[in-house]
């Protein structure tokens, strides 16, 4: 099981995806509960879905970029952040949203 961030098709399938393992999506929410950051908050819950709008995605980025800044060493945290910030930035390409799904 595992959280994904994904932005869909006009179908309404998956056309990119980020896979957040429960682990993981701790280690990044414990980091996220420290600094104010509602997006990145929006998160928080493993088995509730939830949306970024395309509206929202630079400000987003900006939380991803800050909170890169704060990883540290974790490398796998970090590759995390960095596949979760390729994914907004397709969104923006397609002029999309993106949804976490609770799998």
Known sequence: MS???VILTKGGEPDREVRVPLELHQRL???VQNVNFPLLS???DYYEDTEISRD???EFLTEVDQ???LVGDDVILKRLLL???EL??????QGKEMLG???
């Open 3 to 5: 959280y994904d961030l």
């Open 29 to 31: 929410l414990e980091l």
């Open 42 to 44: 929006r998160l928080k």
């Open 56 to 58: 929202e995605i630079p």
């Open 67 to 69: 909170l890169l800044n």
């Open 83 to 85: 596949d979760i910030r």
């Open 88 to 93: 907004a930035e397709a969104a923006i390409i």
């Open 101 to 103: 799904l609770a799998d």
